[in-house]
T-cell receptor, first 112, second 118 residues
Framework: AQSVTQPDIHITVSEGASLELRCNYS??????LFWYVQSPGQGLQLLLK??????LVQGIKGFEAEFKRSQSSFNLRKPSVHWSDAAEYFC??????????FGTGTRLLVSP | AAGVIQSPRHLIKEKRETATLKCYPI?????VYWYQQGPGQDPQFLIS???????DKGSIPDRFSAQQFSDYHSELNMSSLELGDSALYFC?????????????????FGNGTRLTVT
């Protein structure tokens, strides 16, 4: 069965520092991978997606993610974090036809 | 750009009451999805509709039902509410890719309806 693991429940990063959020997936075929961000009281906003091709994908708000098939990973990165990036981040895999399976999320805290 | 619209934003109901949540997809999107997110949990897929027909079903209780109307908006009906139904309910929409082409159309989510059952 398809699954997504986000091993870090909480991460605290200083403003201006770099960020990497980890995501590992389990899926038999070539995966469709997504990162969504959820601010408090808000919906899920799509940051970026990977379907095929270049393994480094660029998203909105300065985020990028790298697909590594050998490690079954799709880690999210940002070179310099802003206080407004504090939110919950969900990695998801497209399973079957148009169904998303989410990880449990990583809450990002940004310290001054 | 137009987004997915959900109403109401907040809803408070008592046990055993019924609730109806509404979702208006992005224009020209033909598929809607409903997800439930409990406190501190990841979103769980409930049900989806493509061209007004149920296309997939997840962990939706029998007390819940949903439909998609001719204008593509969708409603999630919840009866005999229980305390455990308190959650954030998301609707998402997408333009579904043609079958057999191996593509996945990203889901666009609304801001959700927060249901509190007391």
């Amino acid at each position: 069965a398809q699954s997504v693991t986000q091993p870090d429940i909480h991460i605290t990063v200083s403003e201006g520092a770099s960020l990497e959020l980890r995501c590992n997936y389990s899926y038999g075929a070539t995966p469709y991978l997504f990162w969504y961000v959820q601010s408090p009281g808000q919906g899920l906003q799509l940051l970026l997606k990977y379907f095929s091709g270049d393994t480094l994908v660029q998203g909105i708000k300065g985020f990028e993610a790298e697909f590594k098939r050998s490690q079954s990973s799709f880690n999210l990165r940002k070179p310099s974090v802003h206080w407004s990036d504090a939110a919950e981040y969900f990695c998801a895999v497209g399973a079957g036809f148009q169904k998303l399976v989410f990880g449990t999320g990583t809450r990002l805290l940004v310290s001054p | 750009a137009a987004g997915v619209i959900q109403s109401p934003r907040h809803l408070i109901k008592e046990k055993r009451e019924t609730a109806t949540l509404k979702c208006y997809p992005i224009p020209r999107h033909d598929t809607v999805y409903w997800y439930q997110q409990g406190p501190g949990q990841d979103p769980q897929f409930l049900i989806s509709f493509y061209e007004k027909m149920q296309s997939d079903k997840g962990s939706i209780p029998d007390r819940f039902s949903a439909q998609q109307f001719s204008d593509y908006h969708s409603e999630l009906n919840m009866s005999s509410l229980e305390l455990g139904d308190s959650a954030l309910y998301f609707c998402a929409s997408s333009l579904t890719p043609p079958l057999g082409q191996g593509r996945f159309s990203p889901l666009h989510f609304g801001n959700g309806t927060r249901l509190t059952v007391t």
